[in-house]
């Protein structure tokens, strides 16, 4: 069955940076676009980035553009986000997600997600 | 960018009640445009992508309907387990979501 598990969450200085990962299981991870969805404590949805099935293209949202950097390996199914100048408001739970076949740009699979707090 | 907007905020109803939640884009997006279900402490999970098609095991009690720049996701009759927050996603362009709609018991 399809496993998404992200890790590298924690408490971080504002900033500083972290590096999440997501390790995919159960599908063959290289022919799926991946994203990065986030959610501050108690708020909505945001997406974050994309990468495409091979890396090939990236895109991100404007609030995390040229901060964030979104990377995966697909010789260990893995997707990764690299967030570098951490502000308050990137705390929030971080969801790895992946395409839906067919219709890209929706999200059939989601992790279970990890909380990223940014404080001093 | 293209603004999602939801109503209500906040849905009281019981069980057995029919449900309608209305998503509304800030400029058109044709049919692209996902509905996802989220209880507290999960993640999202699908229930419709191009606002209509019923996404694979979603019971068929959800639906959706819409083009354009409104759509609508109806619940026929509610049931105990569908008490949970709502979110449409536009994926038209890049990819936004609305702020969602709290489903409580009445």
């Known amino acids: 069955q399809v496993q998404l598990v992200e890790s590298g969450g924690g408490v971080v200085q504002p900033g500083r940076s972290l590096r999440l990962s997501c390790a995919a299981s159960?599908?063959?991870?290289?022919?799926?676009?991946m994203h990065w969805v986030r959610q501050a404590p108690g708020k909505g949805l945001d997406w974050v980035a994309l990468t495409w099935y091979d890396g090939s293209n990236k895109y991100y949202a404007d609030s995390v553009k040229g901060r964030f950097t979104i990377s995966r390996d697909n010789s260990k199914s893995s997707l990764y986000l690299q967030m570098n100048s951490l502000r308050a408001e990137d705390t929030g739970v971080y969801y790895c997600a992946r395409e839906k076949v067919g219709q890209a740009g929706t999200f059939d699979y989601w992790g279970q997600g990890t909380l990223v707090i940014v404080s001093s | 960018d293209i603004q999602m907007t939801q109503s209500p905020s906040t849905l009281s109803a019981s069980v057995g009640d029919r449900v309608t939640i209305t998503c509304r884009a800030s400029?058109?997006?044709?049919?692209?445009l996902a509905w996802y279900q989220q209880k507290p402490g999960k993640s999202p999970k699908m229930l419709i992508y191009k606002a209509s098609s019923l996404e694979s095991g979603v019971p068929s009690r959800f639906s959706g309907s819409g083009s354009g720049t409104e759509f609508t996701l109806t619940i026929s009759s509610l049931q105990p387990d569908d008490f949970a927050t709502y979110y449409c996603?536009?994926?038209?362009?890049?990819?936004?979501f609305g702020q969602g709609t709290k489903v409580e018991i009445k």
């Open positions: 996603q536009q994926y038209n362009t890049y990819w936004t």
């Open positions: 159960g599908f063959t991870f290289n022919s799926y676009g």
């Open positions: 400029q058109s997006i044709n049919s692209w």
